[in-house]
């Protein structure tokens, strides 16, 4: 293929790509009652969310249907992004890019499950209890309430991602299994500061419900990047 043959398939992905985004985007649209009580779930039944603005509703059930439509559509964007780069690449670093694929999108998913069913209803009962002085009431909107969800989502998914990585380095010899387990010390460490980042509760309990599903995620690092 030409360069410009190979331009008008890449577009021809990105255009694929965002119909199907957009398509379901419209059916997370249509189907606000049933999204947005799976997004509102978490919160316990004593906290009232509140709107502020004018437009603040239809705003955020755009806003929540487009990132619903995106996580749908995933799994289709990269099939094509794959396909497309797969023609360019030798069988054995297609498996790679295929095991790469596979198993980020898998860690990514299940940061973000372990973010919506654990860490989120926990930080939410805090944040949203919480008050320096019985004068100063909480009135928590509903975007506030999206944003944390999603910021939370984000940066354990991201968290989730560490054996993926490991492994990765581990195959361009970047990194090594001997390696992490001299800094198991130092490594618990940071995640017990990230962990206490991520959830700004006061319980040992929470703490720990954090930390040790991510120090667990070291210790598979470390037999990832062994192999």
Not at 7 to 18: K, N, Q
Request: aromatic residues 14%; contains cysteine.
């Amino acid at each position: 293929m030409t360069f410009g043959e190979h331009l008008d398939e890449l577009r021809g992905v990105i255009i694929r790509c965002l119909v199907v985004t957009l398509l379901f985007m419209i059916v997370a649209f249509i189907f606000k009652d049933e999204v947005f009580a799976v997004i509102l779930r978490p919160k316990d039944e004593a906290l009232q969310l509140i709107n502020t603005a004018v437009t603040g509703q239809f705003v955020t059930h755009m806003m929540v249907s487009f990132y619903v439509g995106l996580i749908a559509a995933m799994p289709y964007i990269l099939y094509e992004a794959f396909h497309f780069v797969a023609p360019g690449l030798y069988e054995q670093e297609r498996r790679l890019a295929l095991r790469l694929i596979g198993s980020s999108y898998v860690m990514f998913a299940a940061g973000v499950a372990f973010t919506y069913f654990v860490i989120f209803p926990f930080t939410l009962r805090f944040l949203a209890h919480y008050q320096v002085s019985s004068d100063v009431c909480n009135l928590i909107s509903l975007e506030s309430y999206i944003d944390t969800l999603t910021m939370l989502s984000l940066m354990m998914g991201a968290v989730f991602e560490l054996p993926v990585v490991s492994w990765l380095l581990g195959r361009f010899g970047l990194l090594t299994a001997d390696r992490m387990r001299r800094y198991r010390r130092p490594a618990l460490l940071a995640i017990v500061v990230v962990a206490a980042v991520i959830t700004p509760t006061s319980d040992a309990f929470t703490l720990m419900l954090v930390s040790v599903p991510i120090y667990l995620l070291y210790e598979v690092s470390i037999l990832v990047t062994r192999k």
